[in-house]
Nanobody
Framework: QVQLVESGGGLVQAGGSLRLSCAASGRTSNNYAMGWFRQAPGKEREFVSAINRRGTLSNYADSVKGRFTISRDNAKNTVYVQMNSLKPEDTAVYYC???????????????????WGQGTQVTVSS
């Protein structure tokens, strides 16, 4: 089992920045691809960004590309997403997720992730 705990959410004005963290514990190793997803009220959970186990490959949803940056520190078992130029439409609960993979693989599909955090609220005011 892997436990994931997100932090760093909050209220920010449009144009501002936040950095979310996701700390992993339990049966952790470097063999997990990690993803960030978000869910706004009344909407389905959507992909934000993902990173492979070594931190060498990443991808982003078109809606956040150029504004968000995902990274990881395997020594700390932590994944981050730096969110800049935030917009009101970025308001959502943000979740991190882990997918076991011994390959340099990542996925934008939430169904491929076995472990999820409890989420952290991000609210962007206009």
């Amino acid at each position: 089992q892997v436990q994931l705990v997100e932090s760093g959410g909050g209220l920010v004005q449009a144009g501002g920045s936040l950095r979310l963290s996701c700390a992993a514990s339990g049966r952790t190793s470097n063999n997990y691809a990690m993803g960030w997803f978000r869910q706004a009220p009344g909407k389905e959970r959507e992909f934000v960004s993902a990173i492979n186990r070594r931190g060498t490959l990443s991808n982003y949803a078109d809606s956040v590309k150029g504004r968000f940056t995902i990274s990881r520190d395997n020594a700390k078992n932590t994944v981050y997403v730096q969110m800049n130029s935030l917009k009101p439409e970025d308001t959502a609960v943000y979740y991190c997720a882990a997918r076991y993979s011994v390959f340099d693989y990542y996925s934008a599909s939430p169904g491929e992730y076995a472990y999820w955090g409890q989420g952290t609220q991000v609210t962007v005011s206009s």
